[in-house]
């Protein structure tokens, strides 16, 4: 036990040299803080040692705080014995470094930066109170293994770069170490973690976890984390619930314990918490967590993890189901079999392994000379249990491993290179300087005795490949790390991570896979509505407009059906539309075109009564021959419905119109010609007058060619610019596609009816005048009455015309012309076909002579 560090252990040493493991402040799991802190929580932990390294201090830790510091630190000392073994198992292989024996030698800093610098004083001269004087060695130390604390970095690295001094680190990979031109004698073990948030973001879009907590140690490692996490949770759509940092220093957590409730108090919603667990970090956050029984989360962590060891022997434990990304590394073989095999025995002045001893197997400590006694006997790590012991290489004690190898091949090839240039044959061996170390170990590439390539250089080393552990700890004891899957940064997009998901034992509250999402997932048919104020994964699910759908879960915006589809009931598909037309199938197109050929044979009948009896006095009276052109223009009314009905067509489409516009004008300006023959034929009785040749030279029959005239260059002006075509309307019915006409012009479809509507209103005040006028047969008061029904359907039909909306549009044109026509025959005709079939003696010149007397002494 040297004098100037509270310990130091020499292993058997070389002539030529050997490698030196220092012991630093900062981290829980690397080795040079298991010396560090091991020993001085030790004499906190263990104030029954008489005469043994007792300490004043006025620190009081609780029992359990005890355990929480104290027991975790153990599990460590597995880093001292791949050191160990790593040297051992060199110095008995015959093809590396032959007849030379390494050795080694370990000091403790205490969490002290005056330690750090007086122990590499130490290292490189013997002695720390004269730099650059050699004393009390027989040789030096070539290199020098430490973790990766930029604490120690900061107040080791100026010192060991004076001397160029090789350094290796073994804990976990620090960027700033790496980028700083401050630190070119510094090696890293480790392999850059630029693949752990790409693996842990993974995990999360495997089990559809976005909204995650994430929790780090402090530290520039930790922020390294965060900002690569962060930037790929951004890139696959995975929303923070919130981001805690640890403090680094164990008392300062412990003080502000209420702070880190995170882990407890948020929202149940946060079923799935990543920890980026620091080895630098002196604290346990496990403490809180296990302080408060949280078995309904699911730990994501990293390899530097660890689980708490202090047993506490209840059937639930906090971390069951914890998933870790453990760096992937073949098993050392007989690194096992070594562990098994330690006991006090094989290293008697190693004092750690002595406490290690004392906490595990119920040793008493003699007072005498501070050595243990009533062990259990046959005593061995392997018989200790996963809580307290894992005999499985970590992370940090393979990184060790290789560092010893490192150091070994590099001197072995200066060894070689030493040979060869030798030009005396005096066997004398020159004495190695640290600083010739640094080409070879820059340029090292060797295989492991396990099989895995080591170099140093950063652009030959690989990203690590990641197991993934899952760890079972139910009943709270078992602590079995079990492989369900891998995370390769290599494999193809795709396939980069693969699990045995079946073979995963979830958190204590969870029988299958957990949820961990703000808002639950918008189904198809709705889409996500982002809340105000919060995180995107948090939305409100809203169902999409009319016509519009969402095809998958989770959609932003609603898109728009085509056309010609519509959307379906649940709005999750777009379904083709039928096409569909007022057709003679349908029961309103055969409804329509029966009445229409109905009507249109009842006028026929009429017309054949009419011409039956043609030499009545009831058909004589008021034009015959226009009667009968009114009769013939109403058939081809009711005919010209038939045209609307079927599948339109470009011919069908310019008839539909032309066809209404003429035979509708024909019968209208029939009607006027009849009102105005009425009228000339009593009011107008004096013989001579110019109102009476009028009617006797039958200038009222050219009423119809003239209004007929007009309306044909309407029609023909209408078609020749702008005439009706086929056309689909896929918005008027929904899942439907209409095939309907197109007016072309509604001006020129507009301007038709206003002139009918003209000549209809004409008619109407000329009938209405002429009323009153005496005569037995005199029509006008039905004229007046027909003029009526016809102008009150269209006046009604424009609104309803506009109003409607695909087929029914069409069956409101086709049922006004129905309707206008009907209401011409049945007013104008009916009562006198009624005379004519059911009142013949009203049908005689005796009868007429007899009601025109009776009309002028009581006019009508």
């Excluded at 290292?123 to 130390?141: A, L």
């Excluded at 390539?453 to 197991?467: A, P, R």
């Excluded at 998901?501 to 639950?520: F, K, L, N, R």
């Excluded at 009593?682 to 007009?710: D, E, W």
Aim: with cysteine; net charge neutral.
């Amino acid at each position: 036990m040297g004098t100037n560090s509270p310990y130091s252990d020499t292993g058997a040493h070389s002539e030529r040299g050997h490698i030196v493991i220092m012991c630093n402040k900062g981290s829980l799991t690397a080795f040079h803080c298991v010396l560090a802190y091991l020993d001085s929580l030790a004499l906190i932990s263990f104030p029954e040692f008489p005469g043994c390294h007792r300490v004043a201090t006025n620190m009081v830790l609780t029992s359990s705080e005890r355990n929480a510091l104290c027991m975790p630190i153990l599990k460590s000392y597995q880093n001292v014995l791949a050191f160990i073994f790593a040297i051992e198992e060199i110095n008995r292989n015959p093809h590396l470094l032959p007849n030379i024996t390494l050795g080694y030698e370990s000091h403790n800093s205490l969490h002290s930066h005056g330690n750090i610098v007086q122990n590499i004083l130490i290292v490189q001269t013997g002695q720390d109170r004269i730099p650059n004087y050699m004393c009390g060695r027989e040789s030096k130390s070539l290199a020098l293994l430490t973790g990766t604390s930029m604490a120690t970095a900061a107040q080791s690295g100026p010192l060991l770069e004076l001397y160029k001094f090789p350094q290796l680190t073994f804990g976990s990979f620090d960027p700033i170490l790496s980028e700083s031109d401050q630190f070119s004698s510094l090696y890293q073990m480790a392999s850059e973690e630029t693949a752990l948030a790409q693996g842990m973001v993974s995990l999360m879009l495997h089990f559809s976890w976005i909204w995650v907590g994430v929790a780090i140690t402090e530290g520039p490692k930790g922020l390294h984390f965060l900002a690569d996490v962060t930037k790929e949770m951004d890139r696959n759509r995975v929303c923070m619930a919130f981001v805690k940092m640890i403090p680094v220093d164990p008392l300062s957590y412990m003080a502000h314990t209420q702070q880190h409730e995170f882990l407890v108090g948020e929202s149940s919603a946060v079923n799935v918490v990543i920890i980026y667990y620091d080895a630098d970090s002196l604290n346990d956050i496990n403490y809180s967590i296990g302080l408060h029984l949280v078995t309904w989360r699911v730990w994501v962590t990293n390899s530097q993890w660890h689980a708490d060891l202090t047993g506490k022997k209840f059937l639930l434990d906090s971390f069951h189901g914890t998933i870790i990304f453990s760096n992937h590394h073949e098993e050392i073989s007989g690194f096992k079999h070594f562990v098994q095999t330690v006991n006090l025995s094989m290293y008697p002045e190693d004092i750690f392994l002595y406490q290690f001893w004392y906490w595990n197997f119920n040793c008493l400590i003699s007072e005498s000379d501070c050595s243990l006694k009533n062990c259990t006997p046959n005593a061995s790590l392997a018989q200790l249990p996963a809580n307290r012991f894992d005999p499985a290489m970590s992370d940090v004690s393979y990184n060790i491993y290789n560092a010893v190898y490192t150091v070994a091949h590099a001197l072995h090839e200066m060894t070689l290179q030493q040979v060869q240039m030798q030009n005396t044959g005096s066997g004398e061996r020159r004495t190695f300087s640290p600083w010739q170390l640094h080409p070879f170990l820059r340029s090292i590439q060797f295989t492991n005795p396990a099989g895995h390539h080591v170099s140093l250089d950063k652009k030959i080393k690989l990203d690590i490949k990641y197991d993934i552990l899952n760890l079972w700890n139910f009943p709270e004891g078992l602590r079995l790390k079990v492989k369900v899957g891998e995370f390769s940064p290599y494999a193809i997009h795709g396939q980069q991570l693969s699990l045995f998901q079946e073979m995963i034992q979830w958190a204590t509250g969870h029988t299958e896979t957990p949820h961990s999402v703000c808002s639950d997932s918008c189904n198809p048919g709705f889409r996500k509505s982002p809340q105000e104020g919060k995180a995107a994964c948090c939305f409100d699910c809203t169902p999409c407009p009319e016509n519009e759908i969402t095809n998958d879960t989770d959609m932003k915006n609603c898109m728009k059906c085509p056309d010609h589809q519509y959307a379906s009931i649940q709005r999750n598909q777009c379904l083709p539309k039928a096409v569909t037309f007022l057709a003679y199938e349908d029961s309103m197109g055969m409804t329509l075109a029966g009445t229409a050929l109905s009507l249109t044979s009842l006028t026929a009948a009429v017309l054949v009564l009419f011409v039956k009896h043609q030499d009545t006095p009831i058909v004589k009276a008021n034009n015959r021959a226009l009667s009968y052109t009114l009769l013939i223009s109403l058939m081809f009314c009711f005919l010209c419905s038939l045209l609307f009905i079927g599948c339109p067509n470009t011919i069908s489409c310019i008839l539909q119109q032309t066809t209404f516009g003429v035979v509708f004008t024909v019968s209208v300006s029939t009607v006027l010609a009849k009102t105005v023959t009425v009228m000339l034929a009593f009011k107008f009785t004096v013989p001579g007058s110019r109102m009476r040749q009028l009617l006797v030279s039958g200038a009222p029959n050219y009423i119809i060619p003239t209004c007929t005239l007009i309306q044909l260059t309407i029609c023909g002006v209408w078609m020749g610019t702008s005439p009706p075509f086929v056309d689909t309307n896929a918005h008027s019915e929904h899942g439907h596609i209409i095939i309907v006409c197109n007016k072309g012009s509604l001006t020129a479809f507009y301007f038709i009816l206003g002139y009918l509507g003209s000549l209809s209103l004409i008619s109407f005040i000329v009938a209405f005048m002429a009323r009153n006028l005496p005569d037995a047969f005199n029509e006008a008061k039905f004229l007046t009455f027909s003029m009526l029904v016809f102008c009150s359907v269209w006046v009604t039909f424009l609104p309803v015309y506009h109003s409607s909306k695909g087929k029914v549009m069409v069956t409101m044109e086709v049922f006004c012309i129905l309707a206008s026509s009907s209401g011409l025959l049945g007013c104008i005709f009916f009562p006198k076909c009624y005379i004519i079939l059911l009142k013949p003696e009203r049908n005689s010149l005796h009868e007429f002579r007899n009601q025109r007397y009776s009309g002028r002494k009581n006019p009508f």
